[in-house]
């Protein structure tokens, strides 16, 4: 499949429950890989995009969030890891590959990340409120988790009839 082809893909397409695979080997493909995710991310109109997402089994994410301080959080993680966290912090979230749905997740506050960019260098950063929660969204992508899975069992079972018909509706529908 060619990089123009991934597409964003939608609850209940077995690529987004699978665990991503690490990756190793830092070439020109990773970069265009990371270039068609961020123009993915931006058709959508969204602030972060997993490679499951577009149906790319492997530990890539990438990021433009709105920081408090009226910058912007933009680049690229590769292998994604939390080292540490701090607190909570409840909220709204949405989802690209789940339409429709925005519900309140509780997520840790602040957090330390490890990764590496996509010419294999580590980073290390802190973040907290909204970069902290992307991050937090995305990395849980890398492991097959969707932010659905995160809600209250209560909300949750309310959900689930929606959920199911989302399902379907991908099912039913031509790659």
């Not at 994604?80 to 409840?90: D, M, S, W, Y």
């Amino acid at each position: 499949m060619s990089l123009e082809e991934l597409h964003l893909r939608f609850y209940g397409d077995p690529v987004l429950r699978s665990r991503a695979e690490e990756i190793t080997e830092f070439t020109p493909d990773l970069k265009e890989l990371a270039e068609r995710m961020f123009q993915v991310m931006y058709e959508e109109e969204g602030v972060g995009l997993a490679g499951p997402q577009i149906g790319v089994g492997r530990r890539i994410a990438v990021f433009d969030v709105p920081l408090e301080d009226g910058g912007n959080f933009t680049g690229t993680l590769i292998n994604p890891r939390i080292l540490e966290f701090k607190g909570n912090q409840k909220g709204t979230e949405g989802c690209l590959s789940v339409p429709g749905f925005r519900e309140d997740v509780t997520r840790h506050d602040w957090l330390r990340v490890e990764a590496v960019d996509l010419d294999g260098e580590p980073v290390s950063f802190e973040c907290t409120e909204l970069l902290s929660r992307a991050v937090q969204h995305e990395i849980d992508h890398l492991n097959g988790v969707l932010f659905v899975d995160r809600v209250s069992p209560v909300r949750r079972s309310l959900l689930a009839k929606k959920l199911k018909k989302l399902a379907a509706e991908q099912a039913e529908s031509p790659e």
